[in-house]
């Protein structure tokens, strides 16, 4: 069982940045891939992007590519979303997931039915 905490939500002008962070409780953080999402009022659920165990290897939804960067630290349990250069359309709720597969390649971790934990989402407002 693991249980993910997100924090460091909040509002923020168009053009600024954020950073998220996901504690997750236990001592098997890092046998998990980490994911973040993000939901937007009236709309799906979407895949941000994703970190492998290592940290070595991430991917990214082209929406976010070259303006997001995940990185965790397993030392600590937790797991980061820096988000820089935001846009009015990243106004969503930010979920952290984990899941304890290993796995190569994107379509490993872009979709939330293969995640299997979750956080309870910290709400990041851009705006324009």
């Known amino acids: 069982q693991v249980q993910l905490v997100e924090s460091g939500g909040g509002l923020v002008q168009a053009g600024g940045s954020l950073r998220l962070s996901c504690a997750a409780s236990?001592?098997?953080?890092?046998?998990?891939?980490m994911g973040w999402f993000r939901q937007a009022p009236g709309k799906e659920r979407e895949f941000v992007g994703a970190?492998?165990?290592?940290?070595?290897?991430?991917y990214y939804a082209d929406s976010v590519k070259g303006r997001f960067t995940i990185s965790r630290d397993n030392a600590k349990n937790t797991v980061y979303l820096q988000m820089n250069s935001l846009k009015a359309e990243d106004t969503a709720v930010y979920y952290c997931?984990?899941?304890?597969?290993?796995?190569?390649?994107?379509?490993?971790?872009?979709?939330?039915?293969?995640?299997?934990?979750w956080g309870q989402g910290t709400q990041v407002t851009v705006s324009s």
């Open positions: 997931a984990a899941l304890d597969y290993y796995c190569s390649g994107y379509g490993c971790y872009d979709q939330d039915s293969q995640y299997k934990y």
């Open positions: 236990g001592r098997t953080f890092s046998r998990y891939a």
């Open positions: 970190i492998r165990q290592s940290g070595s290897t991430t």
